[in-house]
Each structure stands twice: as structure tokens, then as C-alpha cells.
Nanobody
Framework: QVQLVESGGGLVQAGGSLRLSCAAS????????MGWYRQAPGKQRELVAD???????NYEDSVKGRFTISRGNAKNTVYLQMNSLKPEDTAVYYC????????????????WGQGTQVTVSS
């Protein structure tokens, strides 16, 4: 099994910054793309940003220029630097990784973290 553990959420005033971290652990065979999603109350979960193993990034339009996704040197970690936060960024943020475990190395699955709350006050 592969586990994802997120950290870094919290309460911040509008205009402030937060940095989310996510680390994959367990019986990892490979980790490919990683990303961050968010879900606000009453809304569907949406992609915020993702990054490939080669470093190609993709951002949701409303966060472009404010958020930056990056991966750690070990490639099993992913970060989301969030600047100029707005109240509408308030949501539970989830880390996702696509990869495989050592028991079934040829099969890719989507693994999810437990989520971390980000609250931006106006």
C-alpha cells in the first residue's frame, strides 16, 4: 500500500501565504504525477495544480500566478506554495499521487491523502 500524508494547512488572512506538503510512503514501486485538489463546502472536488515526474506543471486558472507546485528531490514529495490567498481559496486540500506498489508494479492507481483544511479570512 501507498500512503500520502499532508501537512501545512491552517487559518490565514486574505493576502497571506501557506505552504502545503505531501509525502508518499509505504511499499512504493513508482510514483508518477502528483497533484493537489481542493473541495469547498457544497462544491465538487477540483484540480488545483499537478506536476509530472519531468516537472511539467498545470494550474487551475484562478490560482495561476499565485500558487506554485513543486516536487522534492526524492520525487515522492510534492509542495504547494500558496501566495496572495483569497477567501475563495478556502477548502479542504487533498494530495493525489498516481503510482504503483511493489505487490503490483505494473498497475497504476490514484492514491489520496486525508486532506488538510485551508481557511482564508477576509
Amino acid at each position: 500500500q501507498v500512503q500520502l500524508v499532508e501537512s501545512g494547512g491552517g487559518l490565514v488572512q486574505a493576502g497571506g501565504s501557506l505552504r502545503l506538503s505531501c509525502a508518499a510512503s509505504g511499499r512504493i514501486f513508482s510514483i508518477n504525477a502528483m497533484g493537489w485538489y481542493r473541495q469547498a463546502p457544497g462544491k465538487q472536488r477540483e484540480l488545483v495544480a499537478d506536476i509530472s515526474t519531468g516537472g511539467l506543471t498545470n494550474y487551475e486558472d484562478s490560482v495561476k500566478g499565485r500558487f506554485t507546485i513543486s516536487r522534492g528531490n526524492a520525487k515522492n514529495t510534492v509542495y504547494l506554495q500558496m501566495n496572495s490567498l483569497k477567501p475563495e481559496d478556502t477548502a479542504v486540500y487533498y494530495c493525489k499521487a498516481r503510482g504503483s506498489d511493489v505487490a503490483r508494479p505494473l498497475y497504476d492507481y490514484d492514491y489520496w491523502g486525508q486532506g488538510t483544511q485551508v481557511t482564508v479570512s477576509s
